[in-house]
């Protein structure tokens, strides 16, 4: 089993790791449309600790978006190259990551993360981070809102309520996904607006809450650290 090295100029605390986030936030793009939601490939990104054995593993899985269909999907493990510190989660994993989506066979189009894009802390969630290191156009979809509130929203399938930060910037939105049940939570990333956004997300979510593409990353992810934990 190869394990993913973390690199040699990897912040090492939170005050470098603050200090990479603040350089990379300034180069996130929003005021792309992104990619048409019903075309090309989209990839979901997700992956799974094993905090004993400090190992993360990553899937990266990419399917056609019309049909939703898989095409092709990668795992990569690696050891947690950062410890656990709330609003700094994607340097526990990036580099795995990475090397997921560095192995898939075919361009992974927009890229779909469990997790945070502009709706972070400080504006910069793994959807952004992801985005801007590769370049690829990046939206976060997310089963908890983490810091932000929102509004009351109506009960039917593409309701939406705005996530507010304090200043009143729309950093998210509150969006259901299926008719009486509880939305997901999304934000732009990366060379994609939060309109473009929401409607991948209701196209990847035809019959359940999460998107088809975090359905098999998550999948995935599980089974390659079942598979590394054993061996």
């Known amino acids: 089993m190869k394990i993913v090295e973390v690199p040699a100029d990897w912040p090492a605390n939170e005050e470098a790791a603050l200090a990479v986030q603040d350089e990379l936030r300034e180069r996130v793009v929003l005021d792309e449309p992104g990619p048409p939601p019903g075309t090309g490939p989209v990839t979901g990104v997700d992956v799974a600790y094993d905090d004993a054995?400090?190992?993360?593993?990553?899937?990266?899985?990419v399917l056609d978006a019309a049909t939703l269909e898989v095409?092709?999907?990668?795992t990569a493990i690696g050891r947690v190259s950062f410890p656990y510190v709330p609003g700094l989660l994607a340097f526990r994993e990036m580099p795995t990551v990475l090397a997921?989506?560095?192995?898939?066979p075919v361009p992974p189009g927009l890229v779909v993360c469990d997790?945070?894009?502009?709706?972070?802390?400080?504006?910069?969630?793994?959807?952004?981070?992801?985005?801007?290191v590769t370049g690829l156009p990046?939206?976060?979809?997310?089963k908890?809102?983490?810091?932000?509130?929102?509004?009351?929203?109506?009960d039917r399938r593409g309701d939406f309520a705005p996530l507010r930060a304090d200043d009143g910037e729309e950093v998210g939105r509150a969006l259901?996904?299926?008719s009486g049940v509880k939305p997901v939570y999304v934000s732009a990333g990366h060379r994609?607006?939060?309109e473009t956004a929401c409607a991948h997300v209701l196209h990847l979510t035809p019959r359940f809450r999460i998107p088809e593409t975090t359905r098999h990353a998550d999948a995935l992810c599980r089974k390659a650290l079942l598979e590394a934990s054993g061996s």
Do not use: C, M
């Open 53 to 61: 054995r400090d190992i993360v593993a990553a899937a990266a899985v």
């Open 71 to 74: 095409v092709a999907q990668s």
């Open 100 to 104: 997921a989506l560095e192995a898939l």
């Open 115 to 132: 997790g945070y894009g502009r709706a972070h802390p400080r504006r910069f969630g793994l959807a952004s981070h992801l985005g801007v």
């Open 138 to 142: 990046a939206i976060g979809v997310a």
């Open 144 to 154: 908890n809102p983490f810091v932000f509130t929102h509004g009351e929203l109506g």
């Open 176 to 178: 259901r996904t299926q």
């Open 192 to 194: 994609v607006t939060l």
